[in-house]
């Protein structure tokens, strides 16, 4: 099975780009709550976003692979006040930018799935949990299910939460 675990709440801060955002100690407890739904013996990788590294340290004593296309959607550096509606705008015409800066959300979708499908040919037939980021994780559990994105999971996810796939 595969595990795919969105971040704990991070300290949001305006005027930083949210790929440099650390988890809010907070949340840490939320976090901790996770430990008992992932399996032990798993194989984990992480995005190398801070929140997500940190979310990771949180849930697991074992070694974590630090993979660079795991990241979230590339967003830049502007602090967007309308975010869900232009992330809703980035699923509707994911070929396009969303928003000035934006990595379109098809290039998000390649870069992640063909790192996830490496991830899962080294670890075929074990479980695998992938620590990274809500758009991310939605776009792969589309492309690995071949069903269209689910905007409502999307929405209802938690900071942290789990999406299991049978991959």
Same mark, same amino acid.
């Given at each position: 099975?595969? $595990? =795919?675990?969105? $971040? %704990?709440?991070? =300290?949001?801060?305006? %005027?930083?780009? !949210? &790929?440099?955002? +650390? =988890? &809010?100690? !907070? %949340?840490?407890? +939320?976090v901790w709550a996770l430990r008992d739904r992932l399996p032990a013996g798993a194989a984990w990788y992480s995005s190398p976003e801070p929140k997500a590294q940190q979310t990771a340290q949180l849930l697991t004593d074992g070694d974590v692979g630090v993979v660079d296309d795991l990241r979230e959607h590339r967003r830049g550096e502007a602090w967007v006040d309308d975010f869900d509606a232009t992330v809703e705008r980035a699923f509707a015409e994911p070929t396009v930018p969303a928003y000035d800066g934006w990595e379109p959300l098809e290039e998000c979708?390649?870069? /992640?799935?063909?790192?996830v499908s490496g @991830?899962?040919?080294? $670890?075929?037939?074990? &479980? /695998? /949990? =992938? @620590? %990274? $980021?809500?758009?991310?994780?939605? /776009?792969? !559990?589309?492309?690995?299910t071949g069903t269209p994105p689910d905007l409502a999971r999307w929405r209802a996810l938690g900071l942290p939460d789990v999406i299991t796939v049978d991959a």
């Open positions: 099975m595969l $595990h =795919l675990v969105r $971040h %704990g709440r991070p =300290l949001q801060v305006r %005027g930083v780009a !949210a &790929d440099r955002w +650390e =988890l &809010d100690p !907070a %949340g840490f407890d +939320e979708r390649a870069r /992640v799935t063909k790192a @991830i899962l040919s080294a $670890h075929a037939g074990e &479980d /695998v /949990v =992938l @620590i %990274g $980021h809500g758009t991310a994780w939605t /776009v792969l !559990a589309s492309e690995l």
